[in-house]
């Protein structure tokens, strides 16, 4: 019988995980015309939302704050909201810029491993962090890792917020540091209107997308783009 019970809790567990693992990720053609999810937006204005995750750091946030502060640029903070408990003062930082913040769940789990009950509490969590210092804005999550199924995605507009993603042509992956001027590079070659480009603040060492902000700002500026936050960005969408 102890055998049995073993059994039954692992196959029970095993079916929670694999059903949890293998769900079925939203499909953008099918998503996107509801308006539920963003990956970029349609505008005729040279408009470009920056997009930072995993902070709030006390290393990098006040040198991404300082940077776009000099080219008068607004943009979008996924913020974690543990990290937003420890570092309260760099949250206040980021609204006093100007700037807006997203939700990016309490703890980072990756939905396609934790599952939804725990993702729900997770959104839930952050929420009531970011109501403090940013009542009654539009609500923006971008789940950790770009994982999201139907059932998340419900979840998360359950909770009054709008999926952000990002722009496919921009994929950047600035954690792996594959230098500052190859991330640079990308962006400014690859620049449309519209664009909603995902850099990190936190998470790990930070320090190259320091260095490309350096030379994308300045570069697109030129050219002519404004860096607007994500809700900025959707009042402009044709």
Not at 41 to 56: C, E, H, Q, S, Y
Not at 95 to 113: A, D, F, I, R
Request: proline letters at 5%.
């Amino acid at each position: 019988m102890r055998w049995i019970r073993i059994m039954v809790v692992f196959f029970c567990c095993y079916s929670c995980f694999h059903s949890n693992s293998f769900a079925e990720m939203i499909k953008r053609k099918q998503v996107e015309p509801t308006g539920q999810v963003v990956w970029d937006v349609a505008t005729k204005k040279k408009m470009i939302a920056l997009t930072f995750d995993d902070g709030p750091s006390p290393t990098y946030t006040p040198q991404v704050l300082a940077l776009l502060k000099e080219y008068n640029a607004h943009a979008t903070f996924f913020q974690v909201g543990d990290k937003m408990e420890r570092f309260p003062y760099i949250v206040r930082q980021v609204v006093q810029g100007g700037h807006e913040l997203g939700n990016h769940s309490m703890t980072h789990p990756y939905e396609n491993k934790a599952g939804l009950e725990r993702m729900r509490l997770e959104i839930s969590q952050a929420d009531r962090i970011i109501q403090k210092y940013q009542p009654n804005r539009t609500k923006w999550f971008r789940p950790p890792g770009g994982y999201i199924d139907n059932a998340l995605l419900q979840e998360a507009v359950k909770q009054g917020y709008k999926v952000v993603l990002w722009s496919y042509h921009q994929e950047l992956k600035d954690w792996s540091m594959p230098g500052a001027q190859v991330m640079a590079n990308h962006v400014i070659r690859n620049a449309r209107n519209g664009d909603i480009i995902l850099l990190h603040d936190g998470g790990g060492n930070r320090s190259q997308t320091i260095q490309a902000l350096k030379i994308i700002l300045p570069a697109l500026k030129q050219k002519g783009y404004q860096f607007v936050s994500v809700s900025e960005l959707m009042e402009s969408k044709e």
